[in-house]
């Protein structure tokens, strides 16, 4: 692994062979290298057979963008290379182990080139510069290396990947992912490069082999025989010979598979938020694939950030999946071209993701209306959201096996949609909730339920929304209109109990006793995430900023490489504490948490439930998680008249309440901080009623809002 070379910071060729001693160990511990670099020559491959060869061997790839001025001879294996490709004679090929690719690289160097090409164990782009910015050349110097634990080295320094480079006065500068100080900069340079990657750069537009190929030069081909080994591992993780797990899965995942398969292929997964249900998914797609012998697999997930995480476990199990989502121009014939080779024999393997309100729209139906429906396996991430009547077209009648994932498969007061869910999927065919989940991938935690009052002039809009709710919850049936009313007047209410006044001073209260119990300065809380109301966490991230606590914004506003070096700067304890509002909820990891304010959450379980399973997953040094919720309680001056208003509010917060303090470490102790008001309201039957049982028992009232 990279952490276990002793890297030293600068490596200058006055005194160090830079590729022996640098690059050569990089590549041999890695299983994704990625380059950005002025000038490229088939000589370096020579000179870093060895380091190539064992980034092969590791299941890996390596991806480089280059200036488009190159030999002749290079550009030749270029072009051949890329037509090997689509050649099913040399597809063929692909099934028989070839010997030494260390010693081919050194002997046969350009013969290897175009294979790697083929094999899409080495990729090229070229950087060209925008026409507002003619006249110079893509010039940068920087790798970045990336191994199996997701640990990541940069370099950067004045180095071309060519023969002549090696013999420059040259030096690069090494940065660690792990070393602190050292992760903006390792972060920085990955972010860069997989932005220039994917032609998000503003000075070069990026051009692939073909698009060269097209515009400038004549296809020319070589030798048929491979002058390489395909090992085992890069053969079934990097060219997706046959798809398969590279994870040794745990035994409820297993019983998870066997359970969905022994139902037909198809059932959802109710499994507790970070228990492995993309893991688990694939490894079902991938044992299906070995079964039928050919397979299209269709993901669909919620947001434009899974759709890049799951293409990244995707290929960690040799499937090599094409994107689908409004932002990608051209995905829809690409995707038709694909099935079309599938439908005919050509190929074997196919795989799409898509977001779901792209899946939804009648482009990507009309595509899947071409699947073959016994070889065709449909994946359904967040599969609650699908149950909408805007989204509930992604799921596609073709898909002869079907799988949704979900914590909250049941959508919170939509039977309709959840009926839906259920027919189409024919039920939950597998649970595992979170109390089997903690101790074996998740970990125990400390519910701490903070008490707050509404004020008097908070309370007094609670009520006049109360009597406005009652008023017309009965037509709102019949009258679409006073249904979209009575919607935004349960929103407002719920936004008065979400921002209390009272629960931000409570929040500086307690974070005051955690640093003053530490006995030193604010240095020492670290890996803190407050979760706050709408419109609110600017004042939050000025009152907290205030502490000395080192904050950042976690909103929709952070781009995605910021969101990226944030949740790494907090990982590391840079940043102190995160304030974010809902963008955490869409499958955004943070295990790095170990104390989190719960300022605000909905009635809805599938906003607080999320929220708990992310802060739950195992990290290094990490044995438990601490949450502290916020909850709204009547005052002891409406306790002691059992005023209505403040049941209402009992009713509201009390089943979130009752989810959490069940599967708490400290259970008895959280109940007994509101035991005595429900006592006094005679509803103490909520400290057991978590969401489901109520929503089946007072559905109804809920739906009125009383």
């Not at 044992?287 to 799951?310: A, D, N, T």
């Not at 109390?435 to 400390?446: M, R, T």
């Not at 009652?470 to 979400?498: C, F, N, S, T, W």
């Not at 976690?554 to 790494?568: D, P």
């Amino acid at each position: 692994m990279l952490r276990d070379l002793e890297l030293e910071p600068v490596y200058d060729s006055a005194n160090r062979d830079i590729i022996a001693d640098l690059v050569v160990p990089l590549l041999r511990n890695s299983v994704d290298y990625m380059r950005g670099v002025g000038f490229f020559t088939s000589g370096w491959l020579r000179v870093a057979s060895a380091g190539v060869s064992q980034l092969v061997e590791n299941g890996g790839r390596a991806r480089i963008i280059l200036s488009p001025i190159m030999d002749a001879q290079d550009w030749e294996a270029f072009t051949i290379g890329e037509k090997a490709k689509s050649d099913e004679a040399l597809r063929a090929a692909l099934k028989r182990n070839l010997d030494n690719l260390t010693e081919s690289l050194e002997q046969n160097t350009l013969n290897s080139l175009a294979w790697l090409i083929a094999d899409e164990l080495l990729e090229f782009r070229f950087a060209v510069p925008r026409p507002q910015f003619q006249g110079g050349d893509y010039h940068d110097k920087v790798g970045v290396f990336v191994d199996a634990r997701k640990d990541v080295v940069a370099i950067h320094g004045s180095f071309n990947d060519t023969i002549k480079g090696t013999l420059n006065g040259e030096a690069f500068s090494v940065f660690k992912s792990w070393e602190p100080g050292q992760t903006c900069f390792s972060e920085t340079h990955r972010q860069r490069l997989a932005s220039l990657w994917e032609n998000g750069n503003r000075q070069f537009g990026i051009h692939s082999i073909p698009d060269a190929i097209r515009d400038e030069f004549i296809r020319l081909r070589s030798s048929s025989k491979r002058p390489y080994p395909l090992s085992e591992p890069a053969v079934s993780l990097a060219l997706a010979k046959t798809p398969r797990c590279p994870f040794e899965l745990r035994e409820f995942q297993r019983s998870a598979i066997h359970a969905w398969e022994e139902a037909g292929c198809r059932g959802i997964l109710e499994m507790a938020t970070g228990t492995g249900k993309t893991i688990t998914s694939l490894a079902a797609a991938a044992s299906r694939r070995k079964c039928l012998g050919k397979l299209v697999l269709i993901i669909l997930v919620p947001y434009i950030h899974l759709l890049e995480q799951w293409e990244r476990t995707c290929r960690e199990f040799g499937i090599h999946p094409y994107l689908c989502s409004g932002d990608r121009p051209g995905w829809e014939r690409e995707a038709k071209s694909v099935l079309q080779d599938f439908r005919l024999g050509s190929i074997d393997d196919a795989c799409f993701i898509a977001v779901h309100n792209t899946a939804s729209a009648d482009k990507f139906g009309r595509l899947c209306g071409l699947l073959p429906p016994r070889h065709s396996m449909l994946i359904a991430d967040e599969v609650h959201d699908l149950g909408s009547r805007e989204l509930r077209q992604a799921l596609f009648p073709e898909a002869g096996m079907r799988m949704g994932l979900s914590a909250t498969p049941q959508r919170w007061f939509d039977e309709e949609g959840t009926h839906f869910l259920l027919s189409y999927f024919d039920g939950v065919c597998f649970e595992y909730p979170l109390e089997s989940a903690i101790g074996e991938c998740l970990v125990p935690y400390e519910y701490n339920p903070v008490p707050v009052c509404l004020t008097e002039t908070e309370l007094q809009g609670y009520g006049e929304l109360t009597a406005k709710v009652v008023a017309i919850a009965g037509r709102a049936k019949e009258d679409p209109e006073i249904e979209e009313r009575l919607k935004m007047l349960l929103l407002e209410r719920a936004r008065i109990v979400a921002s209390a006044d009272e629960k931000l001073p409570k929040l500086i209260e307690i974070l005051r006793e955690l640093m003053s119990s530490r006995r030193t300065s604010a240095d020492e809380l670290r890996h803190v995430l407050v979760y706050c109301a709408p419109g609110t966490h600017e004042k939050v991230l000025r009152s907290l900023s205030g502490l000395g606590l080192r904050c950042h914004e976690f909103v929709h506003t952070v781009g995605a490489s910021e969101r990226a070096r944030v949740l790494q700067s907090f990982a590391d304890g840079d940043t102190q504490v995160l304030v974010a509002v809902k963008c955490l909820d869409e499958g955004v990891d943070v295990p790095a948490t170990r104390t989190a304010f719960f300022l605000a959450s909905t009635t809805n379980p599938r906003e607080f439930i999320q929220r708990r399973g992310r802060i739950l997953r195992k990290a290094e040094g990490k044995t438990k998680a601490i949450v502290y919720d916020f909850v709204v309680v009547p005052s002891t001056d409406q306790v002691e008249r059992q005023d209505v208003l403040g049941a209402s509010v009992l009713r509201r917060e009390m089943p979130r309440f009752a989810e959490f303090s069940s599967s708490a470490m400290n259970q008895f102790q959280a109940r007994s901080i509101i035991r005595d008001i429900l006592d006094q309201y005679e509803m103490l039957n909520l400290l057991d009623e978590r969401p489901w049982d109520l929503y089946r028992q007072l559905s109804g009232m809920e739906k009125r809002g009383i």
